[in-house]
């Protein structure tokens, strides 16, 4: 056995440790191992196995966990890639390719005690105590993790679901009872030493808990069950008991809260319910459970059409060539992209070889999983956000035994641990939910072109709008281009008219929401017994408070974002952070009453709706009414099965979705995202719109489109509304070639922050010289720059833009730069290296 073996430790550090292996211990390359770590115990990867003696002392590794590798060789290069490409910790990249936290990580979480509620009360009132030892940065330390323990339980009812954000990670997932927060999480949301918080538990402030068997029990979920349905009710009570009789006497709390007829009961109700002995909540495992869900034949049971059947022909001959090849299949929507998907992975599992298929964080509801099922049967294994670390883990380890040879699931699904590889499927290449907006900062579409060379595989990009990247690629020849040109059974596309809302203001001489003709033309279809989508992609009533004495609008405590009034929530809440605040009576500025709530989200969308048209039956569907897989599902069912007649929502409503009774769709503010300070926000228009557009007339009916907008001479408009993708690739590949930006571009944000301005800008000015006084070969340097939301999450934010044509340049140059932060002592935490962001703000 060699005598030492180097470990890639989960840290933020861009190197690996050296141990030494003493004689007991087997440990093997791609195994895990336990290390002793500073002060605590790690799990690492051993990278190799050698006899070169370090220069300095080693110590023992506890143990190897592993008798055979958990990667293999081919996964332990893709790590590596990830490292090298996207600048990422090494041994961070391996813990985000292996799920198997909940196997040997103790997990630690705090909770709130009665005194240190009290301590935050003192805290929040003048002065603190006189006494205290503490230094002001303690002090602020320490009301901080009171702050948000605090907040993380107000709660008493609601389950918290993770879900998935659009753009930024949220800021922490509230464990089992509220108020149980996880170490990590409280530490990353508020940026304090374990020293502060075991001073905190001694002042006994906070409790510490083992939660690694609470993390190892399957998830629970809480049930509503109905005991009495007698009693003196009034309105709200009485609905919340109807809909529980309903639903058979036993309802999850989360979804009952989100049933369009219950969305105006207040969360107390249910709360006050329970006290009075007639409903109980039980905590019950909440499996994905598929067997509510019709399969839906139809998805896959038509006969593929000539278009389809030579793209799989194409894809077919891929994989039996056993070679390298990409494809990029741009297919319109409802050409019927997941036919040809399905179809070869079957022609893969029949060879006896393994396939991936990969889709976006909101596409992969319990039906597609049930579709799946009757498809593949036992040989298919999920993978999806809302699975617990201890059902990710026996997933990975069906993959790893050869069990399941087709894996379904979202971004980290690309790193499934099957053999024999022979196609990875990214559908709809185009989302943004594929790329990880915390390190390692990898873009799982990119990854699995890695992949798919590294292991002699097929990849096929799928999409009604690919990314400018994939299309610029595939014109390049570096993949083929397979085009799905018409929907299938010679559907029409549907019509698309702009409406001009400048000119609908000059005619009726105030701001509309929605238009006469769309009011005109939702109100046809209504009498139609047609069903119609709107889409305003903003969520909450009001976007913005506005002072009219001092001008200011009320913004989050922690970011420099304005707050959203929730009006059924009656709370203004900010979308980056969570931060909530009561609704405003007077200025938080000035104190004057002149406040005034701007702007419509889609609950006010809703309700405008339902003022307009009392009649229709109407649902929305945005992140504040979708708290899981489940409700997602429902309100789409409830259209499908013609129980609703107008549904409003984000973006959420325009992605992958096959509805065939919808023959109407009205964009309110299509151009919510061209006023960004954003390279890519015409790509996001266009593809939104392409997107949402391509819902309507999916049945027998053909459908039309109606959008409102502002900048009607906008080309992501246009060219959205002429159906036109090649047209806006055209259009936005000039754009971006005068502008250095991707794809002639390798491009990388790099951004500083602190929760001190003094370091950020301390930071980012020592950042700034380096650029200035060192030579970059081919690399344009753009800052530094405060970012466009340049407080967030009580961080301060500085950021440079680095270009160049040469992607080698651009990595060396970042490398060097992390190198002089190290050296001038900047924590590596507080730079942040994002290669190919996708977000500049
Ligand atoms: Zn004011
Ligand atoms: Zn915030």
Same mark, same amino acid.
């Given at each position: 056995?060699?005598?030492?073996?180097?470990?890639?430790?989960?840290?933020?550090?861009?190197?690996?440790?050296?141990?030494?292996?003493?004689?007991?211990?087997?440990?093997?390359?791609?195994?895990?191992?336990?290390?002793?770590?500073?002060?605590?115990?790690?799990?690492?990867?051993?990278?190799?196995?050698?006899?070169?003696?370090?220069?300095?002392?080693?110590?023992?590794?506890?143990?190897?966990?592993?008798?055979?590798?958990?990667?293999?060789?081919?996964?332990?290069?893709?790590?590596?890639?990830?490292?090298?490409?996207?600048?990422?910790?090494?041994?961070?990249?391996?813990?985000?390719?292996?799920?198997?936290?909940?196997?040997?990580?103790?997990?630690?979480?705090?909770?709130?005690?009665?005194?240190?509620?009290?301590?935050?009360?003192?805290?929040?009132?003048?002065?603190?105590?006189?006494?205290?030892?503490?230094?002001?940065?303690?002090?602020?330390?320490?009301?901080?993790?009171?702050?948000?323990?605090?907040?993380?339980?107000?709660?008493?009812?609601?389950?918290?679901?993770?879900?998935?954000?659009?753009?930024?990670?949220?800021?922490?997932?509230?464990?089992?009872?509220? &108020? @149980?927060? %996880?170490?990590?999480?409280?530490? *990353? !949301?508020?940026?304090? /030493?374990?020293?502060? =918080?075991? +001073?905190?538990?001694?002042?006994?402030?906070?409790?510490?808990?083992?939660?690694?068997?609470?993390?190892?029990?399957?998830?629970?979920?809480?049930?509503?069950?109905?005991?009495?349905?007698?009693?003196?009710?009034?309105?709200?009570?009485?609905?919340?008991?109807?809909?529980?009789?309903?639903?058979?006497?036993?309802?999850?709390?989360?979804?009952?809260?989100?049933?369009?007829?219950?969305?105006?009961?207040?969360?107390?109700?249910?709360?006050?319910?329970?006290?009075?002995?007639?409903?109980?909540?039980?905590?019950?495992?909440?499996?994905?459970?598929?067997?509510?869900?019709?399969?839906?034949?139809?998805?896959?049971?038509?006969?593929?059409?000539?278009?389809?059947?030579? &793209? @799989?022909? %194409?894809?077919?001959?891929?994989? *039996? !060539?056993?070679?390298? /090849?990409?494809?990029? =299949?741009? +297919?319109?929507?409802?050409?019927?992209?997941?036919?040809?998907?399905?179809?070869?992975?079957?022609?893969?599992?029949?060879?006896?070889?393994?396939?991936?298929?990969?889709?976006?964080?909101?596409?992969?509801?319990?039906?597609?999983?049930?579709?799946?099922?009757?498809?593949?049967?036992?040989?298919?294994?999920?993978?999806?956000?809302?699975?617990?670390?201890?059902?990710?883990?026996?997933?990975?380890?069906?993959?790893?035994?050869?069990?399941?040879?087709?894996?379904?699931?979202?971004?980290?699904?690309?790193?499934?641990?099957?053999?024999?590889?022979?196609?990875?499927?990214?559908?709809?290449?185009?989302?943004?939910?594929?790329?990880?907006?915390?390190?390692?900062?990898?873009?799982?579409?990119?990854?699995?072109?890695?992949?798919?060379?590294?292991?002699?595989?097929?990849?096929? =990009?799928?999409?009604?709008?690919?990314?400018?990247?994939?299309?610029?690629?595939?014109?390049?020849?570096?993949?083929?281009?397979?085009?799905?040109?018409?929907?299938?059974?010679?559907?029409?596309?549907?019509?698309?008219?702009?409406?001009?809302?400048?000119?609908?203001?000059?005619?009726?001489?105030?701001?509309?929401?929605?238009?006469?003709?769309?009011?005109?033309?939702?109100?046809?279809?209504?009498?139609?017994?047609?069903?119609?989508?709107?889409?305003?992609?903003?969520?909450?009533?009001?976007?913005?408070?506005?002072?009219?004495?001092?001008?200011?609008?009320?913004?989050?405590?922690?970011?420099?974002?304005?707050?959203?009034?929730?009006?059924?929530?009656?709370?203004?809440?900010?979308?980056?952070?969570?931060?909530?605040?009561?609704?405003?009576?007077?200025?938080?500025?000035?104190?004057?009453?002149?406040?005034?709530?701007?702007?419509?989200?889609?609950?006010?969308?809703?309700?405008?709706?339902?003022?307009?048209?009392?009649?229709?039956?109407?649902?929305?569907?945005?992140?504040?009414?979708?708290?899981?897989?489940?409700?997602?599902?429902?309100?789409?069912?409830?259209?499908?099965?013609?129980?609703?007649?107008?549904?409003?929502?984000?973006?959420?409503?325009?992605?992958?979705?096959?509805?065939?009774?919808?023959?109407?769709?009205?964009?309110?503010?299509?151009?919510?995202?061209?006023?960004?300070?954003?390279?890519?926000?015409?790509?996001?228009?266009?593809?939104?719109?392409?997107?949402?557009?391509?819902?309507?007339?999916?049945?027998?009916?053909?459908?039309?489109?109606?959008?409102?907008?502002?900048?009607?001479?906008?080309?992501?408009?246009?060219?959205?509304?002429?159906?036109?993708?090649?047209?806006?690739?055209?259009?936005?590949?000039?754009?971006?070639?005068?502008?250095?930006?991707?794809?002639?571009?390798?491009?990388?944000?790099?951004?500083?922050?602190?929760?001190?301005?003094?370091?950020?800008?301390?930071?980012?000015?020592?950042?700034?010289?380096?650029?200035?006084?060192?030579?970059?070969?081919?690399?344009?340097?753009?800052?530094?720059?405060?970012?466009?939301?340049?407080?967030?999450?009580?961080?301060?934010?500085?950021?440079?833009?680095?270009?160049?044509?040469?992607?080698?340049?651009?990595?060396?140059?970042?490398?060097?730069?992390?190198?002089?932060?190290?050296?001038?002592?900047?924590?590596?935490?507080?730079?942040?290296?994002?290669?190919?962001?996708?977000?500049?703000?």
């Amino acid at each position: 056995m060699p005598e030492f073996c180097d470990v890639a430790v989960p840290v933020p550090l861009d190197m690996v440790f050296t141990y030494r292996v003493p004689a007991e211990a087997a440990p093997v390359v791609g195994g895990r191992v336990l290390v002793p770590f500073r002060q605590q115990r790690m799990t690492g990867i051993v990278v190799e196995l050698h006899d070169r003696k370090p220069s300095v002392a080693t110590k023992n590794i506890l143990a190897a966990l592993d008798t055979t590798p958990v990667l293999d060789a081919q996964l332990l290069q893709l790590g590596h890639w990830i490292a090298d490409y996207y600048l990422a910790p090494i041994g961070e990249v391996f813990r985000t390719m292996l799920p198997l936290n909940a196997e040997f990580k103790r997990s630690i979480g705090y909770r709130l005690t009665a005194e240190g509620q009290m301590a935050l009360h003192l805290a929040g009132m003048s002065g603190s105590s006189a006494r205290s030892k503490r230094t002001p940065e303690e002090q602020e330390a320490e009301f901080r993790v009171l702050d948000y323990l605090a907040a993380s339980g107000s709660d008493e009812i609601e389950s918290e679901v993770p879900h998935a954000s659009p753009s930024l990670p949220d800021v922490g997932t509230t464990v089992a009872s509220g &108020a @149980l927060v %996880r170490e990590e999480t409280l530490r *990353s !949301a508020t940026r304090v /030493s374990k020293s502060i =918080l075991a +001073g905190m538990v001694r002042k006994k402030w906070l409790v510490r808990e083992d939660i690694s068997a609470a993390q190892d029990a399957t998830r629970t979920m809480k049930i509503a069950i109905l005991k009495f349905a007698e009693g003196k009710l009034n309105e709200n009570q009485r609905k919340l008991v109807d809909a529980l009789t309903a639903s058979g006497g036993k309802v999850p709390v989360a979804s009952l809260q989100s049933q369009p007829g219950l969305r105006d009961v207040p969360r107390t109700t249910l709360a006050t319910l329970v006290r009075r002995g007639l409903v109980e909540i039980l905590e019950e495992p909440a499996g994905f459970t598929v067997s509510h869900s019709k399969p839906r034949p139809s998805l896959f049971d038509f006969d593929l059409n000539s278009a389809q059947q030579s &793209a @799989l022909a %194409r894809l077919r001959e891929g994989v *039996s !060539a056993r070679k390298f /090849s990409g494809m990029l =299949l741009h +297919g319109v929507t409802g050409s019927g992209k997941t036919a040809v998907y399905l179809a070869g992975m079957r022609a893969v599992l029949e060879a006896g070889r393994s396939a991936i298929l990969l889709v976006p964080e909101i596409g992969l509801t319990p039906a597609v999983a049930a579709d799946l099922h009757q498809i593949f049967g036992d040989e298919v294994a999920i993978l999806h956000s809302a699975l617990s670390d201890r059902e990710r883990a026996e997933q990975w380890h069906r993959i790893k035994r050869g069990e399941a040879r087709m894996v379904v699931g979202t971004r980290s699904a690309v790193f499934a641990p099957v053999a024999d590889l022979a196609l990875i499927i990214v559908d709809e290449e185009h989302d943004s939910s594929y790329k990880q907006e915390e390190t390692p900062r990898y873009h799982a579409r990119d990854v699995a072109v890695v992949r798919a060379k590294m292991a002699n595989a097929v990849v096929v =990009l799928g999409s009604a709008t690919p990314s400018l990247e994939s299309y610029f690629n595939a014109k390049k020849n570096k993949y083929a281009l397979v085009e799905l040109p018409d929907r299938v059974e010679q559907r029409p596309l549907p019509e698309v008219e702009i409406i001009d809302m400048r000119q609908e203001f000059q005619e009726t001489g105030h701001e509309q929401v929605i238009s006469r003709k769309l009011a005109a033309e939702i109100k046809e279809r209504l009498e139609r017994k047609e069903q119609v989508m709107v889409l305003l992609n903003r969520r909450g009533y009001s976007p913005v408070v506005l002072c009219r004495t001092c001008g200011k609008k009320l913004e989050c405590q922690n970011c420099a974002i304005a707050l959203t009034h929730h009006k059924r929530e009656h709370k203004m809440v900010c979308h980056y952070c969570g931060f909530t605040a009561p609704v405003p009576k007077a200025c938080v500025h000035c104190g004057s009453e002149y406040v005034y709530f701007l702007g419509t989200g889609s609950e006010k969308l809703e309700e405008l709706l339902h003022g307009m048209f009392p009649q229709a039956r109407i649902a929305r569907l945005d992140r504040d009414t979708v708290r899981s897989h489940e409700d997602f599902e429902r309100a789409l069912n409830g259209l499908n099965e013609g129980e609703l007649d107008l549904l409003v929502g984000t973006q959420m409503i325009a992605k992958g979705h096959d509805i065939h009774g919808v023959t109407l769709v009205g964009v309110v503010g299509a151009d919510v995202a061209l006023g960004l300070p954003d390279f890519r926000a015409a790509e996001r228009t266009f593809q939104l719109l392409t997107q949402v557009a391509g819902r309507a007339g999916r049945g027998q009916t053909p459908g039309k489109v109606l959008l409102q907008t502002y900048f009607q001479d906008h080309y992501a408009v246009q060219y959205a509304a002429r159906h036109d993708f090649i047209g806006f690739y055209e259009k936005e590949l000039q754009f971006r070639s005068w502008m250095h930006y991707p794809p002639y571009s390798a491009l990388a944000n790099v951004l500083v922050r602190s929760d001190k301005l003094d370091d950020a800008l301390q930071w980012s000015g020592i950042l700034g010289k380096w650029f200035d006084s060192t030579r970059h070969e081919g690399v344009r340097v753009l800052g530094p720059a405060a970012a466009p939301i340049m407080r967030l999450k009580r961080d301060y934010r500085y950021h440079f833009v680095l270009k160049s044509p040469s992607r080698k340049n651009l990595n060396t140059t970042l490398r060097a730069m992390l190198a002089h932060a190290a050296q001038k002592k900047i924590p590596r935490t507080q730079v942040i290296v994002d290669v190919d962001a996708l977000w500049l703000m």
